[in-house]
């Protein structure tokens, strides 16, 4: 008979049963989730758990059910990537939040290059999870197409940027709407060499705010200069060494609008260590409104993304539609706003 470590025989699920005065059958129900309970027969059921301290066999339960209660959150970045940019602190939080909620387990990995991609989607399609997460693909990323053809459920965050990464169900923020009103905003303000810092083009975020930059830029009349747009890949030294082509360029701009904090808080160093006072001789805009942007010196003026409730609708887009199927599709846009402080 099974005995825990101090030699008392660990609870049963018949002795569950038992004490609640129902069936082993009633038991497995409730600890399975099912509605065909009552609320009076549940509640006895979590009591006499409570009371014997009795732990399901996770393993026996994932055979039965086909359920293990994880999911997993993949960011298509490098490890230290992850632990720099307070973006994915947020979408962790966010995410975390409802996972906690359900009783469920997040697992976290990162995922970026093809030996990588390999051994996490090995991982994903070997019935380890019940959903996944994805966020910051890259257009060249395989695991999309590759957990959708294995029916894995699986919520974007952020919408791909490759026709080939099929994306039912999807989070994201007004990325080109957010870039509107930060360059907008330098405009109204009386600059008219308005340069840009670019993320990613292989990711729908940075094409999407340079398509607002652009916008902006026509609707306003003032050509587009190629000299003010550099790319740039969401950190902070890459936000430096754009700033430091944008300077050394031949058309200096008097306005930057960088499409992560993290690029902007790298220009920052740049223009500080050319001389250039922010905002005086050139003024900054940034995109998150991370935490950083508040502490940065003079404190970032930047595109709010509500970043922790994308995390949240993620997560919840995930557990109650795409893994019972109760939409064939759902995507969820939240909204942007420029928040004004001292570096434009």
């Known amino acids: 008979m099974a005995k825990n470590g101090g030699g008392r025989q660990r609870p049963t699920l018949e002795m569950v049963a038992e004490r609640a005065g129902v069936g082993r ?8 989730g099912s509605a065909q309970v009552s609320p009076r027969t549940r509640e006895a059921v979590h009591n006499a758990i409570a009371e014997l301290g009795y732990s399901p066999n996770q393993a026996a339960r994932t055979l039965v059910t086909r359920r293990t209660d994880t999911i997993a959150l993949v960011v298509s970045e490098p490890r230290d990537r992850l632990f720099a940019d307070p973006f994915f602190a947020d979408i962790i939080r966010g995410v975390s939040s409802v996972l906690h909620e359900r009783d469920l387990q997040l697992m976290l990995t990162t995922a970026r290059g093809e030996s990588e991609h390999k051994r996490v989607g090995d991982y994903l399609t070997g019935f380890h999870v019940d959903g996944a997460l994805l966020v910051s693909l890259h257009s060249d990323d395989p695991l999309s197409a590759r957990l959708s053809a294995a029916g894995v459920p699986v919520v974007h965050g952020g919408r791909p940027h490759s026709p080939d990464q099929p ?10 709407g957010g870039a509107e009103e930060a360059v907008r ?7 008219r060499r308005v340069a840009t810092i670019t993320g990613p083009l292989d990711m729908n975020a940075g094409v999407e705010r340079l398509r607002g930059y652009r916008k902006v830029l026509e609707e306003a009349g003032i050509g587009f200069d190629e000299r003010l747009v550099v790319q740039g890949d969401f950190s902070s030294e890459g936000g430096a060494r754009a700033m430091e082509e944008l300077l050394d360029g031949g058309s200096r701009p008097d306005a930057v609008f960088a499409a992560s904090d993290m690029m902007a808080i790298g220009g920052l160093r740049v223009l500080r260590s050319r001389g250039l006072r922010v905002p005086e001789d050139v003024a900054l805009v940034g995109y998150d409104d991370t935490i ?10 930047t595109v709010h993304q509500p970043t922790v409730q994308m995390g949240r609708e993620m997560a919840r887009l995930l557990v109650d539609v795409a893994i019972p199927r109760t939409s064939d599709s759902e995507t969820v846009i939240l909204e942007t706003g420029l928040v004004v402080r001292e570096s434009a």
């Open 25 to 32: 059958g009633t038991v497995s129900r409730v600890i399975n």
């Open 167 to 176: 994306a039912p169900y999807c989070v994201d923020t007004d990325n080109a």
């Open 185 to 191: 905003y330098l405009l109204e303000s009386g600059r």
């Open 292 to 301: 950083m942007a508040r502490h940065s010196d003079p404190a970032l003026t």
